[in-house]
């Protein structure tokens, strides 16, 4: 059984090699639908197609609203990237993304996300338990 010190200097053990380690990339070149990446409070879910209930939208490079450095979920380029989104979205649906090129998001604390050429990703954003729902602000 452990004791809520030793647990405490784990926990802290961890933390400390998260913040001196490098984000490493991630490639997902066989994603099957259903198959998912989180990158930090950001979900992106691979999808057999575009949903029905999605209309297309401005493309943006940066997929979660805000300036903080949390905020930065950003595409490397928008090329040959269509945009969708869900007519009755809820706080935690974000766009539907569709790509013939290879599709990479950085993010500065959690790493680089690379998808393949003809992905179509679902974004999600983690839930804030509150009394509504709401997305977790960074």
């Known amino acids: 059984m452990h004791d809520i010190l030793s647990v405490l200097e784990k ?4 933390a400390k090699v998260i913040r001196e380690s490098k984000p490493k990339p991630v490639s997902y070149a066989t994603m099957a639908p ?3 990446h989180r990158q930090g ?6 999808l057999a197609g575009v949903p029905a209930d999605c209309v297309p939208t401005e493309a943006r490079a ?3 609203q805000g300036a903080t450095q949390g905020a930065r979920h950003c595409l490397r380029t928008t090329r040959g990237v269509e945009f969708f989104e869900r007519k009755n ?3 935690l649906d974000g766009p539907v993304l569709r790509s013939a090129l290879p599709m ?3 993010h500065p604390e959690h790493g680089t996300a690379t998808f393949p050429p003809g ?3 679902g974004v999600h954003y ?3 338990y509150a009394e509504e729902m709401r997305r977790v602000a960074d």
């Open 41 to 46: 409070d950001v979900y992106f879910v691979a």
């Open 104 to 106: 990479t998001v950085d």
């Open 62 to 64: 940066q997929l979660v």
């Open 126 to 128: 983690q839930r804030q």
């Open 34 to 36: 259903g198959d998912f």
């Open 119 to 121: 992905a179509t990703i």
């Open 89 to 91: 979205a809820t706080a």
């Open 11 to 14: 926990a802290e053990a961890s």
